[in-house]
């Protein structure tokens, strides 16, 4: 037997090495244990090449997000087949740390000067109690998280209308429960609301709904905000992600944060029945929080 042949490996020996090292998928879990599943190591890892992506996209990003937020995402896989997540774990690993901005003006909401998306700096909460006051009343069946607004400074003397030359733009996110049965859904259907031609979702890039044309906006999705009533809009995409903007006014002006919710909201009356509803699930509020560094999408 000559050298070269006592050195070949066999395909076995072959097999063992590609699943070795990196590749490996339990010794990259036990890596990003170790680092907290740093988002940022996670994007570069998931930007080598097209293995460590497809790994990443099958494995690591659910590992992230519940990681992160165990009670929400255990919410949120409720019912759901396979424990799947509509739209994908790396939409949602996008949409939990990720910030879209407002990068222009919409049919309903005048932003002015653009203000570009960024990776959180120091933490976003996402709230089911906050989901409900964005769901009109006939609507509350459904299980909807909400991300507490981003502030983002925009200098200006204000539009005339909804917003002051002392508020902020506040940019928040959320994600239903089993979008495709829910009662949200049922109801933009039933009342025939197209499709956006300029919007689309900014996690997953389907196309989307705008809840202010469809005139199912509640009032308490402002005060829940601390916006003005009239000085927001949000957009929910087909596969359930929520995207939108407000403007903030100042706390001393906020004279309506406290008050009780109301159910009233820009609609007529109940015409989505009860069919497509999801109930909610016992669980607390999930939390989600990251300390950034950088301003990039960084790969999500």
């Given at each position: 037997?000559?050298?070269?042949?006592?050195?070949?490996?066999?395909?076995?020996?072959?097999?063992?090495?590609?699943?070795?090292?990196?590749?490996?998928?339990?010794?990259?879990?036990?890596?990003?244990?170790?680092?907290?599943?740093?988002?940022?190591?996670?994007?570069?890892?998931?930007?080598?090449?097209?293995?460590?992506?497809?790994?990443?996209?099958?494995?690591?990003?659910?590992?992230?997000?519940?990681?992160?937020?165990?009670?929400?995402?255990?919410?949120?896989?409720?019912?759901?087949?396979?424990?799947?997540i509509e739209g994908g774990w790396h939409t949602l690993a996008k949409l939990m740390f990720f910030c879209c901005g407002?990068?222009?003006?919409?049919?309903?909401?005048?932003?002015?000067?653009?203000?570009?998306?960024?990776?959180?700096?120091?933490?976003?909460?996402?709230?089911?109690?906050?989901?409900?006051?964005?769901?009109?009343?006939?609507?509350?069946?459904?299980?909807?998280?909400?991300?507490?607004?981003?502030?983002?400074?925009?200098?200006?003397?204000?539009?005339?209308?909804?917003?002051?030359?002392?508020?902020?733009?506040?940019?928040?996110?959320?994600?239903?429960?089993?979008?495709?049965?829910?009662?949200?859904?049922?109801?933009?259907?039933?009342?025939?609301?197209?499709?956006?031609?300029?919007?689309?979702?900014?996690?997953?890039?389907?196309?989307?709904?705008?809840?202010?044309?469809?005139?199912?906006?509640?009032?308490?999705?402002?005060?829940?905000?601390?916006?003005?009533?009239?000085?927001?809009?949000?957009?929910?995409?087909?596969?359930?992600?929520?995207?939108?903007?407000?403007?903030?006014?100042?706390?001393?002006?906020?004279?309506?944060?406290?008050?009780?919710?109301?159910?009233?909201?820009?609609?007529?009356?109940?015409?989505?029945?009860?069919?497509?509803?999801?109930?909610?699930?016992?669980?607390?509020?999930?939390?989600?929080?990251?300390?950034g560094k950088s301003d990039q999408d960084a790969g999500l």
């Amino acid at each position: 037997m000559s050298a070269n042949q006592r050195l070949r490996p066999t395909p076995s020996q072959v097999s063992d090495s590609a699943e070795s090292g990196i590749l490996n998928e339990r010794i990259l879990v036990l890596v990003f244990q170790t680092i907290k599943w740093d988002i940022h190591t996670l994007c570069m890892a998931a930007s080598v090449n097209r293995k460590l992506q497809a790994v990443a996209k099958r494995l690591l990003w659910r590992e992230l997000c519940v990681y992160r937020a165990p009670r929400m995402i255990a919410a949120l896989t409720n019912g759901a087949p396979n424990n799947r997540i509509e739209g994908g774990w790396h939409t949602l690993a996008k949409l939990m740390f990720f910030c879209c901005g407002c990068v222009s003006s919409t049919r309903h909401f005048k932003a002015g000067q653009p203000s570009p998306g960024h990776v959180v700096r120091e933490f976003s909460r996402f709230s089911k109690t906050s989901g409900r006051s964005f769901l009109p009343k006939e609507c509350r069946g459904d299980m909807l998280f909400v991300s507490d607004p981003c502030e983002h400074r925009i200098a200006g003397d204000g539009d005339g209308g909804s917003r002051s030359s002392a508020d902020d733009l506040g940019v928040y996110r959320g994600v239903f429960r089993g979008f495709t049965r829910s009662r949200t859904r049922a109801c933009l259907i039933r009342r025939q609301v197209g499709l956006e031609e300029k919007v689309r979702c900014p996690y997953c890039g389907a196309p989307v709904w705008s809840m202010t044309s469809a005139r199912l906006v509640p009032k308490s999705a402002a005060r829940r905000l601390g916006s003005r009533d009239g000085g927001l809009e949000y957009f929910v995409c087909v596969n359930g992600h929520l995207h939108g903007a407000c403007w903030l006014v100042p706390l001393s002006d906020d004279e309506n944060g406290d008050e009780e919710e109301e159910d009233d909201h820009d609609g007529s009356k109940d015409d989505c029945g009860s069919e497509g509803g999801v109930q909610g699930v016992g669980c607390d509020d999930g939390m989600v929080e990251m300390n950034g560094k950088s301003d990039q999408d960084a790969g999500l």
